[in-house]
C-alpha cells in the first residue's frame, strides 16, 4: 500500500468518525439548522472537495498497459 | 377532464420521449454480451454520470428520504450524505475495477471475484446474493411509484397500476439495446428529476414559507427536536441505517458495472465529478421536501406519504405536481432497469453459464439475459404488492431499502480483500458471503437486533472474521492472485490513480 494510499484512507477515516461523533455528542444540544444541519454540510463538502482533490490527478495514459 | 387526464397525458409524453431516446440508441448497438450489457465499455462522461446519478437514486430519494425526515429529522441528511461521500470508495476501487475489467473482460462483479479466486461457486454464490437482496430493493421502488402516482393524481392512477407501468417501460428500455438504451433513458430521466425537484422546491419554500429565510426560521421555531443533534435517530439505528449505505458502491452490482462501462479516465473523472455534484443538490432537495412537509403537514400516519401529501398541496401548481410525479417515477424506473440488466447478466453469465452450461455460445448466453429480464420484472411486481399491502416501520420505504442493502454488503469482505490480499482464499470468500449473509436473513426475519446493533452491522462483523480466518487455514490462489494485483500494481500509477 503507497503512503499516498495510506494518507488518505486515513483521512476519510478520520471524516467517517467525526461524521458520527460530532453531530451525536457535540452538536445534541444545538436545536438549530446552524448545529447539526451545517456541520453536515460542510463536512460533505470537504468530503467532495477530498475526492475531487484525488481524481483530477487522474490522466489517460500515455503507454499500452503492461501485464 | 383535467385531473385524470392530465397525469396521464403527461405519463404518455414520458414514455413515448424514454422509448424515442432507447430507440436512437438501438441504432448505435453492436452484438454480443459486452455491448449488451455494458456498452462495449464506450459509455461517456456526461452520459456516465447521469446515469450513475439515475440509478443510485432512486424513488427513495424522494418518497423514503423525505419520509425518513419528516419522520426523524436532519439524522436523515447526514445518513444520506454518509452515503453520498461513500463514493470515496469508488476513487480508490473504482480504477481498480476498471482495469481490471479491461483486461480479464470482466462483465459483472461477480465474474470478477470467480476468476480471482478462481473459483465457480464463488462467482455463482456472489450473484445468488445480488439476486436474493435486490429483489426487495426493487420491489421498493414500485412501492414508492405506487405510492406516489395515487397521492398525486389523487387516485386517476391507481397504485397498481402505476406499479405495472413502471415494471413494463422497465422491461422495455432494459431490451431494447440493453446499457446503451437504459444508460440514455437515465440520463434523460436524470436531468427530469433534478429539474422538477429544484423547481417544487422552490414553489413549496417561496410560496409556503416567503423564502429560504423564513423556511429556515420556521424549521428552528417549530421543530428543534428535528434539528437537535442527529434529530431523533438513535445512535445504532443511525449506524445501521448509514453502513450498508456506505458501501453501496462497491457491493451493488448496478452500480459496480458502471466502473467497467467509462471510456475513458477523463470519462471516468467526469462521471464521479457529475455524480457526486448531482447527489449533493438531489439530496438538500429531498430533506428539504421532508422538513418542508413536516412543517405544512405535520400530522400524516404514515411518514412515507409525505411527498405525496406535499404535491397535494394548492402552493404547488397542479402541473409542477404532475411534472414532479414524472421525476420521481423517472427515478425509480432508471433503477429498477439497471437492477434489471445488472441481474439478467449475472444470471446468464455467472449462474447458468458458470454452474451449468460452460460451453453456452455468446449468441445463447444474450438470449438467456434477454429473457430473464421480463422473468425478473414479474419477481419484483409480485414482492412489491405483497409488501404494499404491509404496514408499519419494517415496510416503511428506508428501512427496506436499508435492509437489501445490509445483504449486498456481505461481499464487501471478498471485494475489498479480491484487489489488496494475495492470501485470500475462495473458501474464505465463500465463508463470509454465506456466513454474514445467514446471519443477516436470522436477524432480520426473526427482528433480532442483539446489544440494539442493527443486522447489517452484524452480518459485516461475521462476514470480515470468517473471511480472514478461513483465509489463513487454506490455499490460495497464488498464480491468479499475483497475476490480478501485479497486474494493478504496475498499471495504477500509469494513470495516476492511487
Known sequence: MSNTLRFWLIWFGFLLLIDVLFPFFLLAGIPHAKGSFLFWTCWTLLAIGSMFVIFLRWRDAPTADEG | MGETFYPWMILAIYAALGIAVAAVARQQMGAGMNEFFLANRQLGGIVSALSYAATTYSAFMMVGLAGLTYKLGVGAFGFEVTYLCGLALVVFFGPRFWLVGRRFDYLTHAQLLADR?????????????????????????????????????????????????????????????GLRSVAWTDALQAVIMLVSSVITL?????????????????????????????????????????????????????????????????????????????????????????????????????????????????????????????????????????????????????????????????????????????????????????????????????????AASAGLLMAVPAIVGAFFWRRATAAGALGSMLGGSIVVLILQLTGTKPLGVWPGVWGLAAGILLYIAISLFTQAPAEKAEEFIGYLEKNLQKYRFI
Do not use: H
Open chain 2, 117 to 177: 479466486y478462481q473459483s465457480r461457486a464463488v462467482g455463482i454464490i456472489s450473484a445468488l446474493l445480488c439476486l436474493v437482496f435486490l429483489i426487495p430493493y426493487a420491489a421498493i421502488q414500485l412501492m414508492g411509484i405506487g405510492y406516489l402516482l395515487a397521492g398525486v393524481s389523487q387516485g386517476s392512477v391507481g397504485l397498481v397500476a402505476a406499479m405495472i407501468l413502471a415494471t413494463v417501460l422497465a422491461v422495455i428500455w432494459s431490451n431494447m439495446a
Open chain 2, 202 to 402: 422552490c414553489f413549496m419554500v417561496y410560496r409556503g414559507f416567503g423564502g429560504f429565510a423564513e423556511f429556515f426560521a420556521r424549521m428552528n421555531r417549530d421543530i428543534p427536536e428535528l434539528l437537535s443533534g442527529p434529530g431523533l435517530f438513535k445512535f445504532n439505528v443511525f449506524v445501521g441505517l448509514a453502513l450498508p449505505w456506505l458501501f453501496f458502491s462497491i457491493s451493488n452490482p448496478q452500480v459496480t458495472q458502471r466502473l467497467f462501462v467509462p471510456q475513458s479516465v477523463k470519462a471516468f473523472k467526469q462521471m464521479i465529478g457529475g455524480f457526486l455534484v448531482f447527489g449533493f443538490l438531489y439530496t438538500l432537495v429531498s430533506v428539504f421536501w421532508g422538513f418542508g412537509a413536516r412543517l405544512l403537514i405535520p400530522d400524516l400516519q404514515s411518514a412515507d406519504l409525505a411527498t405525496p401529501a406535499l404535491l397535494a398541496l394548492p402552493i404547488i401548481p397542479r402541473l409542477i405536481a404532475v411534472i414532479v410525479m414524472v421525476g420521481i417515477l423517472s427515478a425509480a424506473i432508471s433503477t429498477i432497469d439497471s437492477i434489471l440488466l445488472s441481474l439478467s447478466s449475472m444470471a446468464a453469465r455467472d449462474i447458468l453459464k458458470a454452474g451449468f452450461a460452460a460451453g453456452m455460445t455468446e449468441a445463447s448466453e444474450l438470449r438467456l439475459g434477454k429473457l430473464i429480464i421480463p422473468i425478473l420484472a414479474v419477481v419484483f411486481f409480485v414482492f412489491a404488492y405483497w409488501a404494499a399491502g404491509k404496514s408499519g416501520l419494517a415496510f416503511m420505504i428506508a428501512p427496506l431499502a436499508s
